[in-house]
């Protein structure tokens, strides 16, 4: 469908499966892979035709733990190639560790644009919206009167913060 032919097709494809990590699975048909390295074949396909854009719909959904993350790098290194990502998930903690930006809908009207650290502090913004923060931000939020800042959306960020918080209390 790209016209592509001969060595073209194979360097894509070669290219593709080794950015992928599936050159492991290059020789498999795709119906004998488990879910996740399906749908990360799925991902890869599109890839490969080359968008500047792309977005996806849940994109983790029957990914475990490794394949998410691999994923996850993957479309990071994607962004800093230039590629424009952009995710449908109700999956607030990988929003919270990977989004840059989000955009929160309800009833298809826009109703946040912000970075999730800015977003999950929101605690009527979210209700609004329909969102539950992640744990983490909702316990940070629990602790700002015992000097928790704001714009905690990780655990990274809330170790550092409760690190820093501890020390000023020595």
């Given at each position: 469908q790209l016209g592509l032919a001969g060595e073209a097709l194979d360097e894509r494809v070669g290219a593709t499966l080794e950015r992928f990590g599936l050159t492991v699975w290059a020789e498999h048909h795709p119906i004998m892979l488990g879910r996740g390295l399906r749908r990360l074949t799925a991902l890869a396909a599109v890839f490969a035709m080359g968008p500047r854009v792309l977005v996806l719909d849940e994109p983790t959904g029957g990914l475990d733990r490794r394949l998410t993350a691999e994923l996850m790098a993957i479309l990071r290194d994607l962004t800093a190639d230039g590629h424009a990502v952009v995710l449908i998930t109700h999956e607030m903690t990988l929003v919270a560790e990977h989004?840059?930006?989000?955009?929160?809908?309800?009833?298809?009207?826009?109703?946040?644009?912000?970075?999730?650290?800015?977003?999950?502090?929101?605690?009527?913004?979210?209700?609004?919206?329909?969102?539950?923060?992640?744990?983490?931000?909702?316990?940070?939020?629990?602790?700002?009167?015992?000097g928790m800042p704001p714009g905690i959306a990780t655990i990274d960020a809330f170790s550092d913060a409760y690190v820093r918080l501890r020390g000023e209390r020595r």
């Open positions: 989004a840059h930006r989000v955009i929160a809908l309800r009833g298809g009207v826009i109703v946040a644009d912000e970075p999730p650290s800015a977003l999950f502090d929101r605690a009527d913004l979210l209700a609004e919206a329909g969102i539950e923060a992640p744990a983490v931000a909702r316990l940070a939020r629990g602790l700002w009167p015992a």
